[in-house]
C-alpha cells in the first residue's frame, strides 16, 4: 500500500487535556444553513448523483486497498448544503461563500476550516479540501497517527485522524475524531464533510483499524450530554437563489416550527444496502399509476435530485411525455406538459407525501448554472440506471427534502418526515 504522502504531515506531539467538566442535558440546538452552488463552470448535477449513487450501491471498500487510496478524481461536489462549523480550541470560522475570494472571517483568527457539506449518506466529518485552509493544531489537537480514507464517488479524501474540539452553533463537542485530509478530489469551496448518517458508515475508513466505529458528531453530543436525545434534524427550502441561506439543523430534537402537521416516523429497512443508510421503505405513484412497488432506497442529504430505478423511471417518462435533453441530461417537458403534470405521490407506511408539479422541475431561475436553457422545464427525476430489487431503488435527495421536514432519529433507528410550508408552495 502506498502511502508516502502520509509522511509529509507534521503531528503535534504536544497535548493539552481539558479539565473534567460536568455537563447536564440540555434542550435541542438549531444551526442555520446555506445551500452554495458551485459557479466556477457548468455543473452537471446528473453525472455528480450517478458516481454517487455508484459508490453508495456498492459494498464499503477497506481502507487498506489500494483503489481506495488512488482512485481517479470525479466531477466536482458543486451543488451542496454547507454550515460552518469551528475546530479547535478557541475554534476558528469563516462564513460559507461561493469561492474562497469572497470569504469573509467571523474572527480576526488565522482560519483553519469551516464549510462542510452536510451529509446524511455518509458519517464521517473531515476538514482540509481547501489547501488555503490548513489544519492548525490547538491545545485540543490530539493526533492518533492514524491514516484515513473515504470515498464518495462523487469526491475522496485521504488523510490522517485526529482528536479534537468540534464547535457547531452553540454545542462545543470534546475529543471528536475527524480526519484531516493531506489529498482531497472532487472537492470545491468547500472545507470538508459534516458526516450525520449512521455510525456504521465509519467502519473501513480508518486503515490501521478498519473494523472501528467512529462516532459521529451527534452521537459524541448525545453521550456527552449536551442534547437531549440521539436525534438530529434537518429543513430545507426550495432554493432559488445561488447561495441561499435556507436551511436549518436542529442537534438533539426537532423544531416545530419548521414543519406542518405531525411527524411521520418509519423504520430503518432491513433490506440492505439501503439497511446501512438511513434507508427507508416506499411506494411512489405518479397521478394514479404505481411507478415503483413498494422498495427500499434512502434519504441523503448528498443528493441533489431524485434518483429512480431504472423501470420506475421509464415509467416517470412515458407518464410525463418528458423528452432527455442532452445539454444537461435532464428530463424536459414543455409548458403544455408542465400544465397537465401529476403529482408524485410518495407512500411510506401509511402516510402519503406529495411532490407537486412545481417540486418536480429544476428552479428556471438556475437553468443557466447547469447548462441549461432560460425558460425551459426541466424535470428533476433522473434515471439511476439499474433496475428496482437490487436493495436501493430510490434516492431522496435535496429537491425531495426541500419539501420536506426530515428526521434522523440514531436511538430508535427510524427516519421522521413531515410536510412543510413549502410542500405545496409554487417556488420555481
Given amino acids: 500500500m502506498r502511502f508516502s504522502t502520509l509522511s509529509t504531515l507534521a503531528i503535534a506531539t504536544t497535548v493539552v487535556m481539558a479539565s473534567p467538566t460536568t455537563v447536564h442535558k440540555r434542550s435541542p440546538i438549531s444551526l442555520p444553513f446555506a445551500k452554495v452552488i458551485n459557479a466556477t463552470g457548468v455543473l452537471n448535477i446528473v453525472a455528480h448523483d450517478l458516481a454517487r449513487y455508484k459508490a453508495l450501491r456498492s459494498p464499503a471498500k477497506s ?26 480550541t478557541p475554534p476558528t470560522f469563516c462564513k460559507p461563500a461561493i469561492g474562497r475570494s469572497s470569504t469573509v472571517p467571523d474572527n480576526n483568527v488565522n482560519l483553519t476550516t469551516d464549510s462542510l457539506i452536510i451529509d446524511t449518506g455518509s458519517s464521517n466529518t473531515w476538514i482540509g479540501a481547501d489547501p488555503l485552509h490548513a489544519y492548525i493544531s490547538t491545545s ?48 470545491t469551496d468547500v472545507d470538508g464533510i459534516l458526516g450525520i448518517g449512521p455510525v456504521n458508515r465509519t467502519m473501513e475508513t480508518l486503515v490501521l483499524d478498519p473494523e472501528a466505529e467512529i462516532p459521529t458528531v451527534v452521537d459524541n453530543a448525545f453521550t456527552q450530554a449536551l442534547i437531549p436525545e440521539d436525534v438530529v434534524a434537518v429543513s430545507f427550502e426550495p432554493a432559488t437563489s445561488n447561495p441561499d441561506m435556507n436551511g436549518e439543523l436542529t442537534f438533539g430534537g426537532t423544531d416545530p416550527s419548521k414543519y406542518t402537521g405531525s411527524i411521520t416516523y418509519t423504520p430503518v429497512t432491513s433490506i440492505s444496502p439501503s439497511s446501512s443508510f438511513w434507508g427507508i ?7 394514479s399509476e404505481i411507478i415503483l412497488n413498494q422498495t427500499a432506497g434512502i434519504v441523503d442529504t448528498g443528493t441533489t435530485l431524485l434518483g429512480l430505478a431504472s ?77 428496482s430489487g437490487e436493495g436501493l431503488d430510490f434516492i431522496n435527495g435535496q429537491v425531495f427534502l426541500e419539501r420536506f421536514y426530515s428526521v434522523y432519529d440514531t436511538t430508535n433507528k427510524r427516519v421522521g418526515l413531515a410536510n412543510t410550508p413549502f410542500t405545496f408552495a409554487t417556488s420555481n
Fill in 63 to 88: 481502507a487498506t486497498s489500494q483503489d481506495s487510496v488512488i482512485s481517479a478524481p470525479a466531477d466536482d461536489i458543486g451543488m451542496s448544503y454547507i454550515a460552518s462549523v469551528g475546530v479547535g
Fill in 140 to 187: 485540543s489537537s490530539v493526533p492518533l497517527v492514524e491514516p484515513i480514507v473515504v470515498d464518495y464517488g462523487s469526491g475522496e479524501f485521504v488523510g490522517l485522524a485526529f482528536s479534537d474540539t468540534i464547535t457547531i452553533g452553540s454545542l462545543v463537542i470534546l475529543e471528536q475524531t475527524i480526519g484531516v485530509a493531506l489529498l482531497a478530489f472532487g472537492f
Fill in 281 to 287: 421503505e416506499q411506494t411512489i405513484t405518479y397521478g
Fill in 311 to 387: 423501470d420506475a423511471y421509464s415509467a416517470y417518462q412515458s407518464a410525463t411525455g418528458a423528452s432527455l435533453d442532452s445539454s444537461t441530461d435532464l428530463l424536459t417537458i414543455t409548458s403544455e406538459q408542465y400544465a397537465n403534470l401529476q403529482n408524485l405521490t410518495f407512500t411510506i407506511g401509511d402516510t402519503e407525501f406529495v411532490m407537486t408539479p412545481n417540486a418536480q422541475i429544476w428552479p428556471r431561475s438556475l437553468n443557466t448554472v447547469i447548462g441549461g436553457t432560460p425558460g425551459v422545464v426541466y424535470l428533476v427525476v433522473i434515471n439511476l440506471g439499474t433496475p
